[in-house]
């Protein structure tokens, strides 16, 4: 079955540590995405990458990095300078950059971050 | 940039029709998308209008008028499973969609 496969689905972290959350997709999907989603929030957009080796800063960005070494992967690493880093954090591939089609978005299952 | 406006809350009773409003503010873009949401779930892709009009999938249809910065979800037949929060999400063409805060229906009986 193609998909994307979000690890860990519930993680807990103490302030001052860095965590790496794992986005792997078997679509053949050219665009990853992270969104991060708080209560009443909406999904706001942390990281995108159209292409292998380039990504780009979302409109949260600070405090997260990425990596797009491989299609497949984009493991997003949430580091010690994000202030408020609990929340649902959400990784969406989609076939090509969005504005060349319907725009769908297909979404993993999320990891939940909670820092202590 | 872009903003979406979507109510916080909607409540409708099982078997009846409700709709779901979403005002936007953009310089351009190419289409809005809708997206459902169960608690604790994945977002999943409902519809899209590229064009102004409506776009019907089996119970659910989606409307669009660029003239007004207006698009709404309707839902139709409501069954309990349809209880989840509903997405509007602007696609800009160059960068990845903008989404709104998202609609919480809640279907009761």
């Known amino acids: 079955d193609g998909g994307i496969t979000q690890s860990p689905k519930y993680l807990f972290r103490k302030e001052g540590q860095n965590v790496t959350l794992s986005c792997e997709q078997n679509?053949?999907?050219?665009?990853m995405y992270w969104y991060r989603q708080d209560p009443g929030q909406g999904l706001r957009l942390i990281y995108y990458?159209?292409?292998?080796?380039?990504?780009q800063k979302g409109d949260i960005a600070e405090g997260y990095s990425v990596s797009r070494e491989k299609k497949e992967s984009f493991p997003l690493t949430v580091t010690s300078a994000q202030k408020n880093p609990t929340a649902f954090y959400l990784c969406?591939?989609?076939?090509?950059?969005?504005?060349?089609?319907?725009?769908?978005?297909?979404f993993g299952e999320g990891s939940r971050l909670t820092v202590l | 940039g872009q903003s979406l406006e979507q109510p916080s809350e909607v409540t409708a009773v099982e078997g009846a029709i409700v709709q779901i409003n979403c005002t936007y503010q953009?310089?351009?873009?190419?289409?809005l998308s809708w997206y459902q949401q169960h608690d604790g779930g994945a977002p999943t892709f409902l519809s899209y209008?590229?064009?102004?009009g409506l776009e019907e999938t089996g119970r659910f249809s989606s409307f669009l008028s660029r003239s007004d910065s207006y698009g709404y979800l309707l839902l139709q037949e409501l069954q309990m499973k349809d209880s989840a929060s509903y997405f509007c999400?602007?696609?800009?063409?160059?960068?990845?969609?903008?989404f709104g805060k998202g609609t919480r229906l809640s279907v009761i009986a």
């Open positions: 999400a602007l696609d800009p063409g160059n960068t990845p969609l903008v």
């Open positions: 209008n590229g064009l102004d």
């Open positions: 969406a591939s989609s076939i090509t950059p969005t504005g060349y089609d319907t725009g769908e978005l297909f």
């Open positions: 953009t310089s351009g873009f190419y289409g």
């Open positions: 990458s159209q292409i292998v080796n380039d990504f």
């Open positions: 679509l053949n999907h050219d665009a």
